[in-house]
């Protein structure tokens, strides 16, 4: 059984940062796409990044480019979301997820390739 646990979420205030963890089990997350996403109150799940072909490449979207770095321990089967001089808008439920068929890696980072969620940490980010 596929388990994703996060965790690492909290409340800081804008310029700060966090480190979130998902730590997997029920299978490697070396050959899977790992995504991390976020959904803030009243709108849609948005994908935030990805990582993929072992932790060699990397995706992010625009708006954290820069700021978030996402990186795995294969050996600990664990995923990270560095997150840099956070702001309000970065505020929301974060969730990492898995894509068992990496289609990430071609078509981008998309809420239906993945098939696995954790549950989810929340992020505050005070201004």
């Known amino acids: 059984q596929v388990q994703l646990v996060e965790s690492g979420g909290g409340s800081v205030e804008a310029g700060g940062s966090l480190r979130l963890s998902c730590a997997a089990s029920?299978?490697?997350?070396?050959?899977?796409?790992m995504g991390w996403f976020r959904q803030a109150p009243g709108k849609e799940r948005e994908g935030v990044a990805a990582i993929y072909n072992g932790g060699r490449s990397t995706y992010y979207i625009d708006s954290v480019k820069g700021r978030f770095t996402i990186s795995q321990d294969n050996a600990k089967n664990t995923l990270y979301l560095q997150m840099n001089t956070l702001k309000s808008e970065d505020s929301a439920m974060y969730y990492c997820?898995?894509?068992?068929?990496?289609?990430?890696?071609?078509?981008?980072?998309?809420?239906?390739?993945?098939?696995?969620w954790g549950q989810g940490t929340q992020v505050a980010v005070s201004s």
């Open positions: 029920g299978l490697s997350i070396v050959t899977p796409c």
């Open positions: 997820a898995v894509d068992r068929w990496c289609q990430t890696a071609v078509a981008g980072l998309r809420t239906r390739y993945y098939t696995y």
